[in-house]
Structure formats: C-alpha cells, structure tokens
C-alpha cells in the first residue's frame, strides 16, 4: 500500500498540469512573489530618498534586480538545482543525504544552511506583513482613514500574525486551495500594473541590458557603493523555497510555472523604476517617511485593492514560510539534528504536518521583531543576511552533488567559484546592515545553531567517553536468553519484550540492555525484539528486514524509514509479527481470553531505558555541560514513547547512569576498633 502510495506520489509530482501550475503558485512563490513591496523602496531609502534618484540610478538598479533573478533564482536553482532532487523532493537537508557519503565535514554546511533559513523563515511573516499594512496607513475606506499611526500598523500586524499562526492546529488545507488562485491574480496584478506604468517611459527597458548593471556599482550616483546589493538581494530571498518545495509540487510544475512569475515580477520593478523617475523631482516626494513606490504607483481608483491583494499575497507567503518551517526541522529530526519534537498531522494531507513547540516560537519571534523594529524599513535591514548563508551551503553541498554525478572536476569548479563568489559578494553586502538590525538574524540562526550543535555534538562526546554504554552480543547471551524464556519459575513479564535501540552489525547491543533482561529484573517472554529504526535518504521509504539468529525467541528489526515517514512503530510491528507467524520463523500466541476471536499475537511491552548522568562521572567541564545540555534537551523535547507511536501501549520506562570518563574505584579498608575499658572490664 506505502509502495503505491509513493508511486502515485512521483506520477503526480513528475506531469506538468493545470491544477499542478495552480498550487505551485499558491505554495512556492510567496516569498518572492511579494518582494516587490520592499526592494524598490529600500533602494530609495539606503540611497538618500527621491532626491538622489537619476535615471541612469534606476536603470541600473533594475538590471541588478533583473541580473540577480536570472543568475541566482533562474541559473542556480531552476536550471541546476531542481535536478539535485532525493527521489522528487528537494531542499538543503535533502541534498545533503544525497552527498553525505563524500565527507563527514559537509554536515557542517548542511546544519549552518538549514539554521539559518529557519532564522529567515522567523523574520519573513513579520517583514511582508508589515510592509502590507502599512499600505493602509492614511488610506479612506468608504470614507474613512481606519489607520493613521505607525502604532496601529504595528497592532493589525501583530493581529493578523497571531491569527495566522494559531489555525496552525487545525490545518489550512481547506483555506488552502484559494492560495493558488489568489497568487495567480497577485502576479497578474503586479505584471499589468508594471506594464501600464512602463508604457510611459519604454527607455527604462534598457535594464535589462547588464552594462547597467555593472556601471552601477561604480557610478557617483551609488552613495553606497557595492552595498546596494544588500538591497538588490532582497528581490531573490524566496529563490531556496523554489527548490525546498520541489517535492510539494514538483520540477515540471516550477518549470511551467517560474517564466510567468519572473515576467511579472520584472514588470513591476520596471514600473516602479519608471514611477519613481517622473515623481523624483516632485516636492510632495521630498521628504516623504513613508515612501512606498509599489503602492504610490497605484492609480487611486485601484489603490485599496492593491492593498488588499498584497495583504492576502504576504498572509499566503508567511503561511508558506511556516509550514516549510514545520517541514524543515521535521527533516533536520529525523536526520537527528535536532531532538525529538511532538509532530501532529492535522489533516488527511500527508504534506501538511504542524509542530506546536515550533508554532510557539515562531509566533513569539515574529512578534518581537514587529515590536522591536516597528516599521517595515528598519525590518529591512535585518532581512536577507540569514538566506545569503543557506545559499552559499547550498552552493558548496551543490559542488559535491556534481562531483558525486562524476561532473567533469573543471565545470563542477566553474560552477562552484561562480555562484560562491556572486553569493559572497551579496554576504558582505547584507553583513553590512549587522550593526543596523542584521544582529537579530544572526542571534536567531546562531540560537537554532546552538540546539543543533549541543544535540550532535553531545551524543559524539557521549558515545566517546562512555564506559556505561559498553556493546556486547546478543550471540553471546542467546543461551541465556533462551533459558530465561522457558524458565516457568519466573512470571511472564510478557509475551512480546520490546527494546527500542541501536544494534550494531547485526548483533552488537548496549550492554545496558542485557542488564535491563537479565540483571535488573528477570523478564520472562516468549519473544524479545530488539528495534532499530533507520532513516533513509529516501523520503517515502518503509521497509523492514528481520533476523531470529536462528531462534523463534529473538528477533533484530531494522526499519528503514524515509526520512518524510512518521515513525509509528507500534503499527508497523503488528505487522511485521504477522509476517514472521504466517513464515512459521516464530509461534503464535493464541490468546484465552480475548475480544477478539482468533486473536494469535500476545501483549506488547516496550522497555525505554533513559540515561542520567552519574555523579561518579569523571570529565572535563567543557565536555560535561555539553552532554548534560544534551540529556536536558532529551528530558524538555517529547517522550519517546510518544515520537515512536506508543502513546497508548505498556511503556516501561528505565533510568540507567551514564558513567562518563575513567573512574577511580574506591576500595574501603577495614580497621578494628580497640575495646574500650569498660568492654575490656566485663
């Protein structure tokens, strides 16, 4: 059934259809799609406001714009990336299972690029939402101005967020099938109006010619120099959700689909390059706080809607940053780069998960920062610093995914230096803005960094310094295993024993385990399961291989999950016991007494053994906090029972020390007493 369902997966995702074009432009371009809310503005405003605008100034800046779409968003990601896909899906983690066999070290790319777009995702609904409301800002509607002050903007944001991220819980699916056609009519919006305003000066076309740009950056009329690229980069900070949500809606639908986006898109910085030469001069602009040239544009006539639309099209872009977000860490948990957190699935759509502990942080992120930068300009500043980051990983992951793909050694150089040295450049000019609000995002991603870092790094230092966590065989304890399971004298503690762990090849265990059958408490069973769940590279993978060392007592499980699977293994070992009874490799268990008749599989228990430091443990300070970070990391994110499906299971729950470092036994002397005189007396 898994298995057809991942076919029909790929077929959808693999045609290039009317619907598929729909919802990719409902799911994938919301970020970029509302870009035009901002770039041009924050070309006016790092440049010194209208009065410093020049034709040749506008021109230039919309061949950089025109420039950066084409190399960045359309050569890097649409034309190269989309083909580095993990069985249809893609995005940063994706690529790195594809190459994390070349090198241990390119895990530092893969969870440097993947903080840093979950900092960005952070700051994203605030920025767009923002910028929207404050189109309203000395707007009448029917009449009347509902908002006059920065405080009010700053309020109906906050609103508009808070209300976004609570329906979180229950799904958007539903609300979901509008995105496509209201970012359809976003973009045909953008492109109409854009081309409406070019008309009267068709001289602006000669942006697309890159002699504009590259004078630019030298020009007089720059006041910033090349630090207008931390501007100009602003227009491509959506270009990595092209290739993250390649497995939402697949390569052919971003094909069909990206030429339409990037021609209207152009349109309107064309438009408001346009705008903005023929009202530079004029003294009303001169002064003006809250210049926005996509909504000053606007003929008054169709002033609310566009504001209208933009609202809707920066509520659809958050909502797609959220929900990647939610994707992201749930990638980043299964390939254990962050600890396990609770993930619920509101909906009957597989690709819609929602992760409670994430939607509270985002949501308290993304206040604070409304809060903190209170305009849209100041917000600016903080923004596309993080994406710079995850596009270089990405680009160094790339040169590896070439190489891997036996790309002659020269072009995968070629490409690599290419792209590093454009996104390096656009770096140094968003690390620019660090003093002037790029320190927020830089905290955020070093803070997602942090939690990324204790919990690898954590269990490396454990697994070095453990004395506790010692590996013996189960070959070695198979005799004993097997008297313990026939010994009558012993009450059955159950007919399945259940140990969730790591078995090393085929038959290595922590000797803790054996201590947990044997020593702790004898636990009589007919059969004990030792579970390892694997996760692969691929994302729909569920398949599972079974070993009864030649018994009908022990069974090793491997589960082989893709790293999109929920991991449900009480489901999945009801099955698999079936299997090995219908095989005849282990005896059923008819049950007595039963509701349900015929019933021939026994009760299930599922022993958890959780570690607490000893205070025995022997090792430096440094190497200490960062496991005992780690252990309270396991403690405060959700149980395993929980994650692993067993919520509603016999879970027995043991605490074992970990013993860490060389440890000193101390040995006790005896010394006799001497009788006192009295004792001597009697």
């Known amino acids: 059934m898994t298995q057809l369902k991942t076919e029909q997966h790929h077929e959808l995702h693999h045609r290039l259809t009317a619907a598929g074009l729909l919802i990719t432009l409902g799911v994938v371009y919301g970020d970029i799609g509302t870009s035009p809310l901002y770039v041009m503005k924050s070309l006016v405003n790092e440049n010194g406001g209208m009065s410093t605008m020049t034709h040749d100034f506008l021109v230039g800046s919309v061949s950089l714009v025109f420039w950066t779409l084409a190399i960045v968003t359309t050569l890097k990601y649409v034309i190269i990336a989309l083909h580095a896909d993990n069985k249809g899906e893609g995005g940063i983690f994706a690529l790195f299972t594809l190459v994390r ?40 509607i029917n009449h009347h101005v509902f908002i006059t002050q920065q405080d009010q903007v700053i309020i109906t944001t906050v609103i508009i967020i808070s209300v976004l991220f609570f329906i979180q819980r229950f799904g958007t699916q539903s609300i979901g099938r509008l995105f496509g056609p209201i970012m359809t009519l976003w973009f045909l919006f953008l492109g109409v109006v854009g081309l409406v305003s070019l008309t009267k000066d068709w001289s602006m076309l000669a942006a697309l010619n890159p002699y504009y740009a590259v004078k630019l950056l030298f020009s007089p009329a720059n006041k910033v120099g090349i630090l207008i690229l931390g501007s100009i980069f602003l227009a491509t900070t959506g270009a990595e959700a092209l290739y993250s949500d390649m497995g939402h809606v697949g390569r052919p639908n971003i094909y069909g689909s990206w030429p339409f986006v990037n021609i209207c898109l152009v349109l309107n910085y064309l438009g ?45 872009a958050s909502q797609a940053l959220i929900s990647g977000s939610y994707t992201l860490v749930a990638e980043a948990i299964r390939l254990r780069f962050l ?60 040169y590896q995914y070439l190489r891997l793909r036996h790309t002659p050694r ?71 295993l097997d008297a313990l399971h026939a010994d009558t004298h012993y009450e059955r503690y159950a007919d399945n024993l259940v140990y969730l762990t790591k078995i090393h090849d085929n038959h290595f265990v922590k000797k803790n385990l054996i201590y947990s059958i044997v020593d702790k408490r004898p636990k009589r069973a007919d059969v004990y399961w030792f579970v390892t769940v694997n996760v692969t590279d691929e994302p729909f993978t569920a398949e599972y291989t079974a070993d009864t060392y030649g018994t009908d007592f022990m069974v090793n499980v491997q589960l082989y999950l893709g790293f999109r699977m929920q991991q449900t293994v009480n489901v999945f070992l009801r099955q698999i016991v079936q299997d090995l009874m219908a095989s005849g490799e282990i005896d059923r268990q008819p049950q007595q007494y039963t509701t349900m008749p015929g019933r021939d599989v026994g009760d299930w228990s599922f022993v958890l053994v959780r570690e607490e430091l000893s205070s025995e443990t022997r090792i430096n300070t440094f190497v200490k906090t960062i496991i005992q970070a780690r252990l309270l990391l396991q403690r405060i994110t959700v149980s395993p029972a929980r994650w ?4 509603y299971a016999d879970v027995v729950e043991e605490h074992v020390p970990l013993v860490l470092g060389k440890v000193r036994a101390a040995r006790l002397k005896r010394v006799h007493t001497q009788p006192s005189a009295q004792e001597e007396n009697q």
């Not at 390119?106 to 923002?130: F, Q």
Request: proline fraction near 3%; hydrophobic fraction near 55%; glycine fraction near 6%.
């Open 101 to 140: 066999q070349r090198a241990k070290w390119l895990l530092v790319p893969a969870v440097v690029g993947g903080a840093a777009l979950l900092a960005d995702g952070m700051l994203t609904p605030a920025v767009t939402v923002t910028t929207a409301i404050e189109g309203l800002k000395n707007t009448a």
């Open 272 to 316: 408001q390059a346009v705008w903005i030469n023929q009202n530079r001069a004029a003294t009303a602009w001169q002064h003006a706080t809250d210049l926005n040239p996509f909504f000053d544009m606007l003929p008054a006539s169709i002033h609310l809607v566009g504001i209208v639309l933009a609202t809707l099209a920066a509520i659809i």
């Open 339 to 398: 600890p396990r957190l609770r993930i619920v699935y509101p909906t009957n759509f597989k690709g819609q998960l929602y992760i409670p502990s994430v939607n509270i942080l985002m949501w308290i992120t993304c206040t604070a920062i409304v809060f903190y930068f209170r305009t849209s300009a100041h917000m600016e500043a903080a923004y596309g610093l993080a994406i710079t980051v995850t596009m270089l990983m990405t680009t160094i992951l790339l």
């Open 410 to 480: 020269i072009w995968s150089w070629v490409i690599f230096l290419f792209f590093a040295s454009i996104e390096s450049i656009f770096f140094i000019a968003s690390a620019a803005k660090f003093l002037h609000g790029g320190y927020v995002t830089v905290i955020i991603a070093l803070a997602i960094l942090l939690v990324m870092f204790v919990w690898l790094y954590g269990g490396i230092l454990r697994d070095r310094n453990s004395f506790t966590n010692q590996r013996v065989s189960l070959l070695a304890y198979k005799k004993m």
């Open 644 to 647: 692993f499906g067993l919520e």
